[in-house]
Nanobody, 117 residues
Framework: QLQASGGGLVRAGGSLRLSCAAS????????VGWFRQAPGKEREFVAR????????YYKENLKGQFTISRDGAKNTIYLQINNASLEDTAVYYC????????????WGQGTQVTVSS
């Protein structure tokens, strides 16, 4: 199971850190990813991290603004959002997949991030 948290209201240019707490059979996860869905838009991939070696991958145009990390002791994945812009307003979801190239089959409930001007 995945539980996303940490969303809220942030001013443009500010920072926010989202958390995704994993429970259950975490040792079977291959990677955990963050996705977001803005109003009226399709859900998009933001970043992912491999559970075993913490290797990270980002959507190209978001690299540098977002940082994904993992705390193995807490079974928690973080998404740091820096220099937030209005376009970052969205519901952010974390998801897990269980093998390389597999479907994102476990999803958290989402956490709302709203960026104000």
């Amino acid at each position: 199971q995945l539980q996303a948290s940490g969303g809220g209201l942030v001013r443009a240019g500010g920072s926010l850190r989202l958390s995704c707490a994993a429970s259950g059979r975490t040792f079977t996860m291959y990677s955990v990813g963050w996705f977001r869905q803005a109003p009226g838009k399709e859900r998009e991939f933001v970043a992912r991290i491999n559970w075993s070696d913490s290797r990270t991958y980002y959507k190209e145009n978001l690299k540098g603004q977002f940082t994904i990390s993992r705390d193995g002791a807490k079974n928690t994945i973080y998404l740091q959002i820096n220099n937030a812009s209005l376009e970052d307003t969205a519901v952010y979801y974390c998801a897990a997949r269980y093998y390389d190239g597999g479907a994102w089959s476990s999803w958290g409930q989402g956490t709302q991030v709203t960026v104000s001007s």
